[in-house]
């Protein structure tokens, strides 16, 4: 099993930043890849960051240059670092770590930070 604790979320006003942290503890020796996804009300959870164990990274097309995920791989932690906020980025983000384990491929979410972005 692995526990995946976020931090970070708050209210921002618009053009700020803010920076998420995911920690991950338990079995963490299969992880391999660490992302964030996101949920507005009403909407569907989307992609917002991945990065595998080669430090690849993927992002959902709405980034457009703005946030940027990176792992401590010594902490097991994973970091978002959002900056020039939007309304439309408000939402519950949630941290996701993918496991290999023997043919198959484990999902683990974390409890969700809230990032509000409002004047």
């Known amino acids: 099993q692995v526990q995946l604790v976020e931090s970070g979320g708050g209210l921002v006003q618009p053009g700020g930043s803010l920076r998420l942290s995911c920690a991950a503890s338990?079995?963490?020796?299969?992880?391999?890849?660490m992302g964030w996804y996101r949920q507005a009300p009403g909407k569907q959870r989307e992609l917002v960051a991945s990065i595998g164990k080669g430090d690849n990274t993927n992002y959902g097309d709405f980034v457009k240059g703005r946030f940027t995920i990176s792992r401590d791989t010594a902490k097991s932690t994973a970091y978002l670092q959002m900056n020039s906020l939007k309304p439309e980025d408000t939402a519950v983000y949630l941290c996701?770590?993918?496991?290999?384990?023997?043919?198959?491929?484990?999902?683990?979410w974390g409890q969700g930070t809230q990032v509000t972005v409002s004047s």
């Open positions: 338990g079995s963490i020796g299969g992880i391999v890849i």
């Open positions: 996701n770590a993918q496991s290999l384990l023997p043919g198959m491929v484990r999902v683990y």
